[in-house]
């Protein structure tokens, strides 16, 4: 019976994170994002991140209006924190810069509270930067 129990509340755990995470990020959906998008694709490991710092969209990128999607793999360390960050796909080298710069700030951790940790985790991480088309940049 206790053994469960425990699978039943680790369930309601792993469903709950998942709402608040869905919940989280439908807000930010809908604040208005007037120059750029930050989307995950992917985790290779259960992990929520707690702290997301927004990269800042580069002058000399929206004096030239450039666009685009930087596809990072990052590493996780034990202590949540993000230990390094390397570009896969980049867009131009001051986006890239600005994404890897933001993505190094982050701090995860697991989903469910009793997950043990290990020593790296890994995650590729896409950073859309999109210009607002209402806004003029002269």
Request: a positive charge.
């Amino acid at each position: 019976m206790k053994k469960r129990t425990v699978v039943v509340l680790l369930t309601l755990l792993v469903i709950l994170g998942l709402a608040v995470g869905f919940l989280l990020s439908s807000l930010q959906r809908t604040k208005q994002r007037t120059e750029v998008a930050v989307r995950i694709t992917e985790l290779h490991k259960v992990v929520t991140v707690i702290k997301r710092v927004e990269p800042t969209y580069p002058q000399s990128a929206l004096r030239d209006r450039v666009e685009g999607t930087v596809r990072l793999d990052v590493t996780i360390g034990a202590d949540s924190s993000v230990t390094s960050v390397r570009v896969i796909k980049g867009v131009r080298e001051d986006l890239d810069d600005a994404a890897k710069q933001a993505v190094m700030l982050w701090k995860v951790v697991p989903l469910i509270p009793s997950h043990p940790r290990v020593s790296e985790s890994f995650a590729i991480v896409s950073i859309e930067f999109k210009l607002d088309s209402t806004k003029s940049t002269k």
